[in-house]
């Protein structure tokens, strides 16, 4: 991905699209339409400095597992992500969608976990948490999540914190990291 030093937010009016303009031939589109954002009465726009700290944090996060264990690249989902933190509307929980975890506190330092719809599971990004909830970016290809719903890769949902598993990613690596230190 080549940027330039000062990225831009774009919003097509016409078409709908939110997108990032990352140098003068590579422009990014997210998967959001207009009625999933807020504060886009804008045609061009500068990131801010929150938006590149979210953008680094997202990126050296995923950047940080092995790039065969994720199912898309960091940039794209830092960008996304960056965008829905910057113009996602707020949401309303959908925990109905996913069955319980046995887990009863979420530690912070986790940013990624797993949510299983008796469909399907995916691997998700959570990009907030308070007390109760999870705000969370799919980062999979896609989940089912009922006979008649799923997701698509980067879309946002807001399940309870009872929801949220432990990424299986982040367990296998934890149980590499403890294997070799077993054997050293």
């Known amino acids: 991905m080549e940027s330039e030093s000062h990225w831009?937010?774009?919003?097509?009016?016409?078409?709908?699209?939110?997108?990032?303009?990352l140098s003068d031939t590579d422009v990014f589109d997210t998967p959001y339409k207009p009625s999933q954002l807020v504060n886009i009465h804008f045609n061009e726009q500068m990131m801010d400095i929150e938006d590149a700290t979210t953008f680094q944090i997202v990126s050296?996060?995923?950047?940080?597992?092995?790039?065969?264990k994720m199912p898309c690249a960091p940039q794209n989902?830092?960008?996304n992500a960056t965008a829905w933190c910057r113009f996602g509307r707020p949401q309303m929980?959908?925990?109905?969608?996913?069955?319980?975890?046995?887990?009863?506190?979420?530690?912070?330092?986790?940013?990624?976990?797993?949510?299983n719809?008796?469909?399907d599971q995916g691997l998700f990004l959570i990009l907030d948490t308070?007390?109760?909830?999870?705000?969370?970016?799919?980062?999979?290809e896609g989940m089912q999540l009922s006979a008649i719903k799923s997701l698509r890769q980067y879309h946002v949902i807001k399940v309870t914190l009872n929801r949220l598993l432990p990424a299986t990613v982040d367990l296998a690596l934890s149980a590499q990291s403890n294997?070799?230190?077993?054997?050293?």
């Open 8 to 21: 831009l937010w774009l919003f097509n009016t016409e078409s709908g699209k939110l997108s990032v303009k």
């Open 60 to 68: 050296e996060t995923l950047e940080a597992y092995p790039a065969d």
């Open 77 to 79: 989902a830092a960008l």
């Open 93 to 115: 929980p959908q925990s109905w969608h996913f069955q319980k975890s046995d887990i009863s506190e979420w530690p912070l330092e986790r940013r990624l976990c797993e949510l």
């Open 117 to 119: 719809s008796g469909f």
């Open 130 to 140: 308070d007390d109760e909830f999870a705000t969370c970016l799919l980062l999979s």
């Open 179 to 184: 294997w070799g230190q077993q054997l050293a």
